[in-house]
Nanobody
Framework: QVQLVESGGGLVQAGGSLRLSCAASGRTFSSSTMGWFRQAPGKEREFAAA????????SYADSVKGRFTISRDNAKNMVYLQMNSLKPEDTAVYYC???????????????????WGQGTQVTVSS
C-alpha cells in the first residue's frame, strides 16, 4: 500500500503564491511517477502537473504552464507543487497521485494513477 498526504493548501489572493507538499510512504517513492490533479466544484478532476521518477522530466497542463512548478525530493519521499500568479480559476481541491507502472511518458489522465491522497483545498480570491 501507498499512503499520500497533501498539505499546504489555503486561502490566497489572486496573484499570490502557495506551495503544496505531498508526503509519500509505504513503497519505494523513487519508483513512482508523481502527478498533481485538481477538481473544482461541479467539474471533473483535471491534470495539473507530473514528474518522472528521477525528476528530470516534467509535464504541465496548458492552464498552469509558466505559473506552476512540480518538483520532488526522493530522499525525503516528497513531491511539491509551487503555484505562483494564482488566479480565481485555480480554486480547487488539489490531489497528489502516484503511478508505479512503466510507461512511455508521464501520465496525464487520472486513470493512470493508482494511488491518491485525500486532497487539499486551494481557494484564490479575486
Amino acid at each position: 500500500q501507498v499512503q499520500l498526504v497533501e498539505s499546504g493548501g489555503g486561502l490566497v489572493q489572486a496573484g499570490g503564491s502557495l506551495r503544496l507538499s505531498c508526503a509519500a510512504s509505504g513503497r519505494t517513492f523513487s519508483s513512482s511517477t508523481m502527478g498533481w490533479f485538481r477538481q473544482a466544484p461541479g467539474k471533473e478532476r483535471e491534470f495539473a502537473a507530473a514528474i518522472s521518477r528521477s525528476g528530470a522530466t516534467t509535464s504541465y497542463a496548458d492552464s498552469v504552464k509558466g505559473r506552476f512548478t512540480i518538483s520532488r525530493d526522493n530522499a525525503k519521499n516528497m513531491v511539491y507543487l509551487q503555484m505562483n500568479s494564482l488566479k480565481p480559476e485555480d480554486t480547487a481541491v488539489y490531489y497528489c497521485a502516484a503511478d508505479f507502472l512503466s510507461r512511455s511518458g508521464l501520465g496525464i489522465y487520472s486513470y493512470e494513477y493508482a494511488y491518491w491522497g485525500q486532497g487539499t483545498q486551494v481557494t484564490v480570491s479575486s
